[in-house]
């Protein structure tokens, strides 16, 4: 008896979701749904989308991981996966999962949903460029990693972010003697010894060059290259960077800057998810791109952050298109951009929009400018391995720059 | 391994003393062979498909040049065993994982023996000890790690802030960034997390010691050095077999709070055989490679379980 | 003698051994308390100024730790019966019954308790979605199952091997099967070995972080380990969230192990020791 009502509950219920062709786009994605910032903003780009497309509805699968512990090639593998990915990328990165064949090639989306008009055209050619023509990803945020610094400590004591390396030494001198830390670090979190590594690269040796290095016509020991692995060597036996640091991870290495123990530290605009938490007053933090004695290279660094992703067993794909489309339409794009939960640069430029926090007017601003590579996404994923092994022997004190440079060099050689 | 088989001959050896075998005394009917078969049947069907054939596959995957899901692998011969020999990485994490082996077994196993040859002689409150002791085994070695690694935290971490407050100062150490303390500092996290069962063993083995042996000794004369000496260590030498291979199969697998505190670093200096393993499937994407890693810590499994019961044996003679 | 009158002075002596042992624990409770401001200034001996009870709400209700401890028992419950069904009837069959290569069948099931589960992950994760068992809790709890087989099935037979033969012999010649004898003689005294198995199982299971992290996917699937990676994000984590999920989680498992800790431990003794 019981059987039957259900079954004939069931028939309804298949009946009635035939008539409104009830479907579910299944998004891996956003990081951090938990927090009830994130989950707002979000919530509220999922109802602008379920309006627009009547009798669909977006699913947020809350991520386990990234492609860099296998969580996103799991799930992707499997035939429950997601229809469409979000997920932190880099060339690196995506080349694991487009070598496993896992992801579709969106090129011809770029011409004909005119994506290519909705990122920047420079960002384009970047992505042109990576895999012979073939496109793979979507960019939806941009990295742009450069020295915050606190506005009360430094107006106080009278300091500025200077012009030239030797001044910046000469100011992390005057820090350590007012008993502050000069510059923190984590880089048990790779990406978090990426940051700092990158931008004592970009300051040394130029964009340029480690662009060359990137794509391996400049070898990594080339003298043009290892200044910057060598000042970081430099930094830690004077002090100004903590040999103990090596064993701190980003959280706990933003604690020492949150805390005002530390007087600066490099990081990204996703960093204000990070003060937020930690209760620190965005209006006292500062932004600079770190100072380099090349003209013009004083830039911040950084790439493509996130992007998204179609799999190959996407069950929805044009649903995907669409949800991409709308991701990149000029409404929800300004709405994240405004919005408190907002932590990036975002792919276009944005006129006229008002971001929640002045440093990100701040990073935006310096952005605009240009910005130079974060080698951890760009590095292929084999290579990034021992990168980031090196930078921990640095800032432990284990080995020298040029020695560490050297051994970036043979995993490149290696690698190709 | 080593556990089991150093179990298993005691168990014959116990056997052998009562002779004659008493399962042979079992009429050996007909259906003997094929009722084995069907009890065991669930287990080795569970077995075979989950654990032995990705290990049969794993095997084969150390002669290709694999990359992970959905690539094509091609057969590469020896080639991956040539880099694995090559590559020095390799063999700072073989020795790491020897000495990680090491400490695992005397910190872990120790406490474990400390604890246990305390808390057995008490009567109301041992089970209260017991429990209370036991209780850092309940947790994840993922939660481990986390827990841990606020606590070495050089600046800000229970530690070294509880040393300064103490008037310890300058015994503060960069605990996960000093090159010669990481891989120490990282096992003290794993062997908190680990000695409960050891503890719990010895206990069990400790209760199972004939009082008769230290009331003969105690009319000998015996101080309490000496019946720890003649009646306690000696009385526990099966247990204590048992808990140093289940320490050393624990240690070689040790993985979680290396990966969650270190990641092997820094610079290599806490890498693990396992460790390493990881990252080599996951982030370089080099499978072949990770097979002949996963190869070589069977076949290092293997050769301790053999040199572990030599020495073993030769003890009891 | 002069064991009764050592009970206190021993005991005595033991508390500030405990006290050092159980500090991370206290620092844990303590940090689950307190507000994610707090726990950013980082300072372990200060005291939350409010108590943040909403931690423990937020977490359980963000996390949406309902349906995660759902999954989780009903994982757990899933490896510990098939753990049973699996190992004990082996654990017999290599104890008592005489078959031509049964040393070798022993040592082949037990070889995997040396294989890391890292090592093999990949083709494990293979056969699984083969069969297509990804991310569903009978995927989830054959591997797991697989993976605890070797140590379950030395435990059982060590124990097994501890019955007298005689009852086996009496009720072979009453005409029983060697199945009846197993279920009708053989585990109803071997509770002690079936506590050990049960406890270890379900703590490894409980507590698995990994297998979950490749199998478990859609988030009405996942156990409590992988609700607890909600909280965290690449750059930035929740941790008063973390904390007090990780308390959440500990809570069943330390039941557990407190209601049946005495049989547990004379499980392992007579299960793993007099073997």
Not at chain 1, 57 to 64: D, G, L, Q, Y
Not at chain 3, 149 to 154: M, N, T
Not at chain 3, 213 to 230: E, F, H
């Amino acid at each position: 008896m019981n059987i039957i009502t259900r079954a004939a509950a069931a028939a309804a219920f298949l009946a009635a979701g035939a008539d409104v062709r009830a479907e579910t786009l299944r998004m891996w994605g956003p990081e951090q749904i938990t927090e009830p910032l994130i989950a707002e903003l979000w919530n509220g780009i999922k109802a602008d989308f379920e309006v627009k497309n009547p009798g669909v509805t977006v699913e947020f699968i809350p991520p386990t991981g990234t492609i860099s512990n296998g969580a996103v090639q799991a799930a992707l593998q499997s035939d429950v996966g997601p229809d469409v990915v979000l997920t932190n990328s880099g060339i690196g990165r995506i080349t694991v999962v487009k070598n496993a064949k896992q992801i579709i090639p969106l090129t011809a989306y770029y011409d004909e949903r005119a994506w290519k008009d909705k990122i920047y055209p420079w960002l384009f050619e970047e992505l042109k460029g990576q895999y012979a023509g073939e496109i793979y990803e979507v960019p939806d945020g941009l990295d742009a990693l450069g020295i915050w610094y606190h506005k009360d400590m430094f107006a106080e004591n009278g300091w500025t972010i200077p012009a030239t390396w030797k001044d910046f030494v000469t100011l992390m001198k005057a820090i350590q003697e007012k008993s502050i830390q000069p510059l923190a670090v984590g880089p048990r979190t790779p990406g978090s010894a990426g940051h700092l590594f990158g931008n004592l690269l970009q300051s040394a040796s130029g964009t340029i060059n480690v662009g060359k290095a990137l794509r391996g016509e400049l070898a990594w020991d080339d003298p043009a290259l290892v200044v910057g692995a060598v000042r970081l060597r430099e930094l830690v036996d004077a002090g100004f960077i903590k040999k103990e640091m090596a064993g701190l991870d980003l959280d706990g290495a933003s604690r020492l800057w949150f805390n005002k123990r530390a007087a600066m530290f490099v990081a990204g605009p996703w960093f204000t998810a990070n003060a937020r938490k930690a209760g620190y007053d965005l209006n006292n933090a500062g932004y600079l791109p770190m100072p380099s004695d090349m003209a013009g290279e004083a830039k911040p660094t950084g790439g493509v952050g996130w992007s998204w992703l179609i799999p190959s067993n996407s069950k929805q794909p044009e649903l995907a298109l669409k949800w991409i489309d709308f991701m990149l339409s000029d409404e929800v794009m300004k709405k994240r951009a405004q919005h408190a939960a907002s932590t990036m640069i975002y792919p276009r430029e944005l006129k006229d929009i008002q971001p929640s926090t002045r440093v990100l007017k701040e990073i935006f601003a310096v952005a605009a400018n240009g910005v130079g590579y974060n080698p951890s996404v760009y590095l292929p994923a084999d290579v990034t391995d021992t990168y980031f092994q090196v930078i921990q022997g640095l800032v432990s004190g284990q080995i020298s720059g040029e020695d560490g440079m050297k051994q970036i060099q043979g995993k490149m050689v290696a690698v190709r | 391994m080593a556990g089991v088989q150093a179990l298993d001959d005691t168990a014959s050896g116990a056997a052998a003393t009562a002779p004659p075998r008493k399962w042979e005394l079992i009429p050996a009917g007909h259906g003997n062979t094929g009722t084995a078969f069907w009890l065991m049947a669930p287990a080795i069907a569970v077995y075979g498909i989950f654990t032995l054939f990705p290990i049969a596959v794993t095997f084969w995957l150390s002669f290709t040049d694999s990359a992970g899901f959905n690539t094509p692998a091609s057969f590469v011969g020896v080639e991956n065993y040539r880099k694995a020999v090559q590559d020095p990485i390799v063999w700072q994490a073989l020795w790491q994982t020897i000495i990680w082996l090491i400490y695992h077994v005397v910190l872990a196993g120790g406490l474990g023996l400390g604890l246990a040859l305390a808390i057995a002689r008490l009567k109301r409150s041992q089970v209260f000890f017991r429990t209370a002791f036991f209780l850092p085994h309940l947790v994840s070695l993922a939660v481990v790690g986390v827990i841990w690694a606020n606590i070495y935290d050089p600046f800000f971490g229970l530690l070294n802030t509880g040393l300064t407050e103490i008037g310890l100062g300058n015994w503060t150490q960069g605990w996960l960034s000093d090159p010669a303390l990481v891989l120490f500092s990282v096992n003290v996290a794993s062997s908190w997390q680990g000695f409960g069962l050891y503890m719990l063993l010895f206990i069990a083995g400790l209760q199972d010691i004939d009082p008769a042996l230290y009331d003969a000794a105690e009319v000998d004369g015996a101080n309490s050095w000496q019946k720890l000496i003649h009646v306690t260590l000696p009385g526990l030498r099966e247990v204590m077999t048992f808990v140093m291979s289940l320490a050393m199969i624990n240690g070689l697998k040790g993985f979680a709070t290396v990966f969650v505190m270190t990641n092997g670093g820094p610079f290599y200096q806490s890498e693990l055989i396992t460790t390493y393993i990881y990252r080599l499937a996951f982030q370089a994407q080099d499978h072949g490679l990770a097979a002949v890693l996963c190869i070589l810590l069977s076949l290092f499994a293997i050769t301790i379980t053999i040199v572990f019961n030599r020495w073993r044996a030769r003890m009891a003679r | 003698m002069s064991m009764r009158n050592r009970e206190w002075p021993v005991a005595l002596a033991l508390v500030p051994v405990l006290v050092l042992v159980l500090a991370p624990f206290a620092w844990l409770l303590v940090s689950s308390l307190k507000s994610e401001a707090e726990i950013g200034r980082a300072d372990p001996f200060e005291w939350p100024a409010e108590l943040m009870w909403q931690n423990y709400l937020d977490a359980w209700q963000i996390g949406g730790f309902g349906e995660l401890v759902g999954n989780s028992f009903f994982n757990v419950a899933g490896v510990v019966i098939l753990m049973l069904v699996t190992c004990a009837p082996a654990g017999y069959a290599l104890s008592k019954i005489r078959f031509p290569g049964r040393e070798w069948m022993f040592y082949a099931l037990i070889f995997g308790m040396t294989i890391p589960i890292q090592a093999i992950v990949i083709p494990l994760y293979q056969v699984l979605s083969g069969l297509g068992l990804v991310n569903s809790l009978a995927g989830i709890v054959l591997a797991q199952v697989s993976n605890g087989i070797p140590f379950g099935i030395f435990l059982m037979r060590s124990f097994f091997t501890n019955v007298p033969d005689e009852l086996v012999e009496a009720a072979r010649i009453d005409g029983a099967s060697h199945f009846q004898i197993l279920t009708k003689i053989f585990l109803p005294i071997s509770t002690p070995a079936v506590m050990a198995l049960v406890i270890i199982s379900a703590l490894s299971t409980w507590n698995d972080f990994f297998l979950p992290l490749i199998v478990l996917i859609s988030p009405d699937v996942q156990t409590i380990p992988l609700g607890l990676v909600r909280f965290a994000g690449t750059y930035a984590s929740e941790y008063r969230l973390v904390f007090s999920g990780t308390v959440i989680s500990f809570l069943p498992i330390i039941l557990l192990y407190i209601l049946t800790q005495r049989r547990f431990t004379e499980g392992l003794t007579q299960g793993a020791i007099k073997g």
